[in-house]
């Protein structure tokens, strides 16, 4: 039966806390996870649980950590993550990108020394509730995306989001990653017995592959595309752009050194950006939120193809979602029940 999302975020706040993780870090971190399962975002929720667990365990993401301010300027900063999990770090560097923007207009905040942050949109978000235009990306840990016309993994999953306030309180949230799908749907066909549609996955030669379990197999994820025929370059180029300014600007890792072994280190050392613009030094008060709703409105009077399937823009859809797991609860599989059981009670 699916928890109440009160129940789904303190069992969240109870295992990290259970880790030794300070009251603070931890209700910062358990509301970052909780409302990505309560927006549909399950591959960024509660299900990270277990590989938090195993980062714990061993030693690459310390549960104590506390972001600090290593150097700034009136309209940017660079954030030390600790060596802790992103979602502290990603929550403080938004938060600081954000009253830099309010005092000045327009702030960039980076991160290092940081781990997986979760969804992406959480953050951007942070920025669209106060009026703000919010960007965030992050490089990634997995390395598992072939450069186009490439046969070995040199990129990650790469996201960045984007939201913009508008006049009727709804924001345009857009979070995505940079390759063709996100590989929790791939574990989707896996555990269904269903093939790969074309374009989502390529063998260990770069050839395209219907095998959903070819990650097992030296296999990759393709970038947003699927193919070079349809524009694979695009994805690439997006995901060489979110390590660029994640880990470039910042002074991160690069996952390219990860993945050749040429600096290594007992934390992950993820990059993170932030920009945020108050829209405020370009247009009067409630000029930019009115267009965006205007805007946002014509796409969603578009005819649609299938009157049952009427045109969303992004966001729409974890808004309706979470609406409906609110009035009913966040489901958790049975398999990923039996795990956070066993973490519980270790």
Known sequence: MPASYANHRAQLKAILLGWGMPEENAEITSDVLSWSDLHGVDSHGISMIPGYDRLRREGRARMDARPSIATETPVSAVVDGGGGLGHVPGHFAMSVAIEKAKAIGMATVVVRNSAHFGATGYYTLMAAKQGLIGMACTAAAGIQVAPTFG??????????????????????????????????????????????????????????????????????????????????????????????????????????????GTRTGTSNDIGHFFLVIDPAIFRGPGEFEADVSMFLGHLRETPPVDPAKPVMVAGDPQWKLAEERMRDGIPVGAGLMAQLRQIAQA
Request: aromatic share 6%; proline share 6%.
């Open 151 to 260: 046969k070995q993994a040199r990129l990650g999953t790469d996201p960045w989001s984007f939201a913009a306030p508008t006049a009727d309180g709804v924001p345009f949230l857009l979070d995505m990653a940079t390759t063709t799908v996100a590989a929790g749907r791939i574990r989707n066909k896996a555990n269904e017995g269903l093939p790969a549609p074309d374009g989502w996955v390529l063998d260990a030669e770069g050839n395209s592959s219907d095998d959903p379990e070819i990650m097992k197999k030296g296999g990759f994820l393709t970038s947003l595309g699927g193919s070079p025929e349809n524009s694979s370059y695009k994805g690439y180029g997006l995901a060489t752009m979110v390590n660029i300014l994640g880990s470039c600007l910042s002074g991160a890792t690069l996952i390219t050194e990860r993945e050749n």
